[in-house]
């Protein structure tokens, strides 16, 4: 029975009601129950390959030599910590039954190495995405191999993934900026063809063909960025390696800036990084209702993403927020880069 709880050993226990779990595979199903689900005792039967109760960075962990029949299994809160009590129910029948014990920190190759599968346990992000997180964290602890410092080893990641990314975010900004050109011929065939949506269309969609101008195009990086994040967070919110790694006024890139200054900079940089994207304001007064609805909508994302972006990541890892502000800061440099350049063509 591990029902004497886990200690706390971290100082940041925000998230304790997500981070401290019971977890167990029963009838070859994982399952996941966090602190916050076990107010109330849960009892499960069952074929049990393993159970275990852990915190952010430790966990406590029983591993049947053989694969238990008839088992139950009780999960419950025990001194504010996840714990449970695993029952053979052998009816009166004496037998022996023996047991691995694992008390440690939560580590995938130590885990893998028992071979049942309790490596699970590992917080890897969305199943889909778990051979990218595998290949970003393999890549990051390279890194890390060079440079001693793990904030300067994310800067770099960041950088060198940017490089990676560039032909796809550069043709997407350059689409952008191209936008501004176009906008004054879209307006001239929206006008021209308001009166007959299909024939407006088929000539938009022939300027577009003329310009090399994609309409869509400025959603790429945000789309690219989407599974970056997903799998980076579980790497640098639980890997314990980032555990009280410091940076900078940072004290632990695994948990959230205590002074929200690195949320607050990737806000601003994003919000550079929208305006430099943006159109170019048209009069008004020359618009149908439809146009100013659209400048309007554009207006809103431009001062609410941000917004809604620093109250997302304030309460992420640093670690994660210090990714995507050099990412957001390396983005509105090339974006400058490429006004510049077709600035000077025109």
Same mark, same amino acid.
């Given at each position: 029975a ?13 998230? %304790? ?20 689900k076990? =107010? ?9 390959d ?13 591993? $049947? ?34 047991? !691995? ?7 995938? %190759? ?10 699970k ?15 970003? %964290? ?18 770099? /990641? ?12 550069h043709?997407? /900004? ?17 006008? %021209? ?9 088929v ?8 310009q ?21 967070y ?10 009280? =790694?410091? /940076?900078?006024?940072?004290p ?5 800036? $205590? ?15 929208? !305006? ?13 209702? !439809? ?14 993403? $941000? ?17 995507w ?22």
């Amino acid at each position: 029975a591990l029902d004497s709880g886990i200690a706390d050993t971290e100082k940041y226990l925000k998230r %304790k009601n997500d981070n401290y779990q019971v977890n167990f595979q029963l009838d070859n199903e994982q399952e996941k129950l966090k602190l916050s689900k076990l =107010a109330e005792r849960k009892e499960l039967n069952g074929n049990i390959d393993w159970a275990v109760v852990k915190s952010k960075y430790f966990m406590m962990g029983i591993i $049947p030599e053989e694969r238990i029949d008839a088992n139950r299994l009780s999960a419950f809160q025990k001194n504010n910590s996840p714990a449970m009590q695993l029952k053979i129910e052998h009816q009166g029948i004496s037998l022996d039954h023996y047991y !691995k014990i694992y008390l440690g920190p939560i580590i995938y %190759k130590n885990l893998e190495n028992y071979g049942v599968g309790i490596e699970k346990v590992v917080e890897m992000g969305p199943g889909f995405l778990q051979w990218l997180t595998k290949i970003f %964290k393999t890549f990051l602890s390279f890194l890390h191999g060079f440079i001693p410092s793990w904030g300067l080893t994310i800067i770099i /990641f960041a950088i060198i993934l940017k490089i990676i990314l560039y032909p796809l975010t550069h043709k997407s /900004f350059e689409s952008t900026t191209k936008m501004q050109k176009v906008q004054p011929l879209m307006k001239e065939i929206q006008d %021209k063809y308001k009166s007959d949506p299909k024939r407006m269309n088929v000539e938009l969609r022939k300027l577009y063909k003329e310009q090399g101008f994609n309409p869509v195009g400025g959603c790429l990086p945000m789309l690219l960025q989407m599974p970056v994040i997903f799998a980076l967070y579980p790497i640098l919110r639980y890997s314990l390696d980032l555990r009280q =790694a410091g /940076f900078l006024w940072l004290p632990d890139l695994s948990e959230p800036d $205590p002074i929200w200054a690195l949320p607050i900079a990737m806000a601003l940089f994003m919000f550079v990084q929208q !305006k430099l994207m943006a159109p170019a304001r048209q009069n008004t007064e020359e618009m149908d209702e !439809k146009q100013k609805a659209q400048q309007q909508t554009q207006k809103m994302m431009m001062y609410g993403l $941000p917004i809604m972006m620093f109250f997302i990541f304030k309460g992420l890892s640093s670690g994660l927020v210090l990714y995507w502000t050099v990412f957001s800061v390396i983005g509105s440099i090339q974006q400058i880069m490429i006004k510049k350049k077709f600035s000077k063509e025109n």
